[in-house]
Structures are given as structure tokens and as C-alpha cells.
């Protein structure tokens, strides 16, 4: 199983992105996928995730500026990034689970991260 995340790079600040994560080789939709980030030197944090059912949970800090969306007969799961700011700075990773939950831990299955970078 694999689960490829691209769309990263550099932007402004108050700008977008739009990160995208595809799963392969499964024969079912995870329960939940999610993205978190890490900054260097950090610990990886809780960005956003959705249910199969496509109910979604969000940091506080990105709340009303990410959406977190899902495709079940692709397995894949989006993430469209607004009004960047430079604090959004990190290498971020899609992840899948049966849980929905903050805590990476929860989530079995990661992708090898995308870098995005926000100048100010």
C-alpha cells in the first residue's frame, strides 16, 4: 500500500495551494484520511482529516483557511490550502486510519510528505 501526496511548493502569503494524496494498492477506502505537517526539528501535527462519509475535522489554526475533501472511487484525499501564512511553512503528509482522531499515532498507514514553503 502506498499513498503518494503532491502538490506542494512555494507561495505567497495569502495565497493557495492544493495539496492531493492518491492510495494504492487497496481494494477498500480507509475509514479516515488526514494530513499533518512537521516543521524541522518539530513534532508532526494534526492538520485536517475526513470521514468516509466525508465529515471533516480541523485544526484550529487552519480552521475557515484549509478544506479537506475526499474522492472515494479514487481513494484520494485533498487538501485546498487558503490564505496561506508563513507559520503554514512545513513538510506535510496524508495519512489513513480507521479512527478518526488528532493523534498521529491513530493513523496506520503515511505518505512521504510534500514540502510547502509560504514567503512572506
Known amino acids: 500500500v502506498q499513498l503518494q501526496a503532491s502538490g506542494g511548493g512555494l507561495a505567497q502569503a495569502g495565497g493557495s495551494l492544493r495539496l492531493s494524496c492518491a492510495v494504492s494498492e487497496l481494494t477498500s477506502s480507509p475509514y479516515v484520511m488526514a494530513w499533518f505537517r512537521q516543521v524541522p526539528g518539530q513534532g508532526r501535527e494534526f492538520v485536517a482529516a475526513?470521514?468516509?462519509?466525508?465529515?471533516?475535522r480541523y485544526a484550529p489554526s487552519v480552521e475557515g483557511r484549509f478544506t479537506i475533501s475526499r474522492d472515494g472511487s479514487k481513494i484520494a484525499v485533498y487538501l485546498q490550502m487558503n490564505i496561506l501564512r508563513p507559520d503554514d511553512t512545513a513538510v506535510y503528509y496524508c495519512a489513513a486510519g480507521s479512527v478518526l482522531s488528532t493523534l498521529r499515532e491513530m493513523y496506520t498507514l503515511w505518505g512521504q510528505g510534500t514540502l510547502v514553503t509560504v514567503s512572506s
Open positions: 475526513i470521514t468516509e462519509s466525508h465529515s471533516p
